[in-house]
């Protein structure tokens, strides 16, 4: 058995929750010192990134992440059920909030969960995303506010949403509703970086008027053996969408989610959508998680439930990538849309 000093045996993943094991046991008290959380950098130990981590969760508004040129309407689409589409969505969006942006999350899934997640009030009767679809209502009416961030609002769904599609049939302009009201809420003058629109597990009108609402599609794929299986359905219809109602409409971010690195199956998933989207899938890799699984029954996203957890610094992570990404997906965005309009 050896005898070494205690850092040298313990790994990154234990040193941050070996119970009664202070920070400066395992750094040492000069290196702790050092990397104080007032002047902390990636390049540090990853004790220190993570604490850096945890205190801009835990302070809001600190970190120092670019503001997109124009508003980012994202739409959050997968028809296979289970896959993270409203766990990415709330934890996406408060990830952004907990960094200085305003976020808009529009819940389109008539289940209601991320109303849930975000602490908002959706039973029947409650103006909703319902309301706003067959146009009895406007944004400013539906609109709530989370009340775990002032930055972070939400347009809930009601279980009135399960009939919208039957009812949308018969309606002018039924692809385009969506669009609509966000640009009636534009012109109210709401000052909002990010829209996020969560979706039900299906292909129907509710996820078309989302995708007409939206530039950019976010697909989370879960790093299962079926996780690319009904993905193919979902990129025709994107491109059914781009060719006859939005032809702005790319997929700009994949998500990879459920991750779990004991098991060869997520990595070999994982070589594939990378190979399949490139360089679409971001860095950050969402890993399966008790915390994440349990913060909705609190009403809250992982980042408010226990911000020092892997999930939430894995959502800190994947929403700083996004935003950093705004500028970047802007201009690949336009230039991709003038080349398929040259052709």
Known sequence: MSNGPAKANVSRETTSRVPGLLDTEILGAEEFGRTSFGNISPADTPIAAEAQRASQILHPGTADIPRPRE??????????????????????????AIQGMRVLVIDLDPQGNASTALGVEHH????????????EVKVGDAIQQSPHS????????????AGAEIELVSMVARESRLKTAIQEANLAGYDIDYVMIDCPPSLGLLTVN???????????????????????????????VQSHLNPELHVSTVVLTMYDGRTKLADQVADEVRTHFGDAVLKSVIPR???????????????????????????????????????LEGSAAAGETTEERGR
């Open 289 to 327: 998680s008790v915390k994440v699984s349990e913060a909705p029954g609190y009403g809250m996203t992982v980042l408010n439930y226990d911000p020092g957890s892997r999930g939430a610094m894995s959502y800190l992570d994947a929403g700083r990538e996004l935003a950093a990404r705004a500028v």
């Open 71 to 96: 508003q980012r309407v994202i739409t959050i689409a997968n028809q296979k059920g289970g896959v993270g589409k409203t766990t990415t969505t709330v934890n996406l969006a408060a990830a952004l």
């Open 150 to 161: 002032e930055r972070l609002m939400c347009i809930p769904a009601t279980i009135d949403l």
């Open 210 to 240: 989302a995708m007409v609402a939206a530039k950019e599609v976010l697909i989370p794929i879960q790093c299962e053996y079926y996780a690319l299986e009904g993905v193919g359905q979902l990129l025709r219809n994107i491109s059914l």
């Open 124 to 135: 029947s009767g409650v103006p909703s995303s319902y309301e706003l679809l067959i146009g």
